[in-house]
């Protein structure tokens, strides 16, 4: 079990480029979310895979933002044209699917944003 | 919506004291309840969860237990160490399909030696 990995873990990019971020859950779960922390917050919830199908966005996630998550393995965020007001702590998590309640999500390093 | 209300940071304790975290929550459905810890330069990790109305869930000497009454899921430890030293973030999920985690602030611990 190698956890679930981010890449790349920093990132600096001036205002309107565009961006990837990658994850790589833990290998036999089906579920991946991505979250966004900002300082002195708690992560928020911005979509959910199971397996390759995005079952939820966030109304946070702008129409700038699109994740995918090819094969059902790993995924990728892309925001397009990035604002400052974007920089923050990208997470992604993982999880396996389930029928009992409080499954647990295992979280990846993240990967921190910095718009100029 | 869901909400999680944590209480204000930062807490400064000194080694071997006892500690209590505040969190309530605001669910519209039976959620399960976590608390999750961010040491400094690491990601977030499980410390402890419960799925049902008086389950205590536990791991490292911390504990809390589910009420439902008070709608709250309270962290506890009876002797902190300098090591827990972290970031705690107090969460729920509903039950469901998605499952996404709703978050409190978190609250900073350090720990004094």
């Known amino acids: 079990d190698t956890g679930v990995s981010q890449n790349p873990r920093h990132k600096i990019t001036k205002r309107g480029q565009n961006v990837t971020f990658r994850c790589d859950p833990i290998s036999e779960h089906n579920r991946l979310y991505w979250y966004r922390q900002t300082l002195g917050q708690g992560p928020e919830f911005l979509t959910y895979?199971?397996?390759?199908?995005?079952?939820?966005k966030s109304r946070l996630l702008s129409d700038r933002f699109s994740a995918e998550r090819p094969k059902g393995s790993f995924s990728t965020l892309e925001i397009q044209r990035t604002e400052q007001g974007d920089s923050a702590m990208y997470l992604c998590?993982?999880?396996?699917?389930?029928?009992?309640?409080?499954?647990?999500?295992?979280f990846g390093p993240g990967t921190r944003l910095l718009v100029l | 919506g869901d909400s999680v209300t944590q209480m204000e940071g930062p807490v400064t304790l000194s080694e071997e004291a006892f500690l209590t975290i505040n969190c309530t929550y605001t669910a519209t459905g039976y959620p399960s309840l976590f608390w999750y810890v961010q040491y400094p330069g690491e990601g977030l990790q499980l410390l402890l969860k419960a799925t049902k109305a008086d389950d205590k869930g536990s791991n490292k000497g911390f504990e809390a237990t589910y009420r439902k009454e008070t709608t709250s899921f309270h962290l506890e430890k009876g002797s902190v160490q300098v090591s827990d030293s972290a970031v705690y973030f107090c969460?729920?999920?509903?039950?469901?399909?998605?499952?996404?985690?709703?978050f409190g602030k978190g609250i900073t611990l350090s720990v004094r030696p």
């Open positions: 895979f199971q397996n390759e199908a995005q079952l939820e």
């Open positions: 998590a993982s999880s396996l699917s389930s029928g009992l309640a409080g499954v647990a999500q295992y």
């Open positions: 969460a729920l999920s509903e039950s469901g399909a998605n499952s996404k985690l709703t």
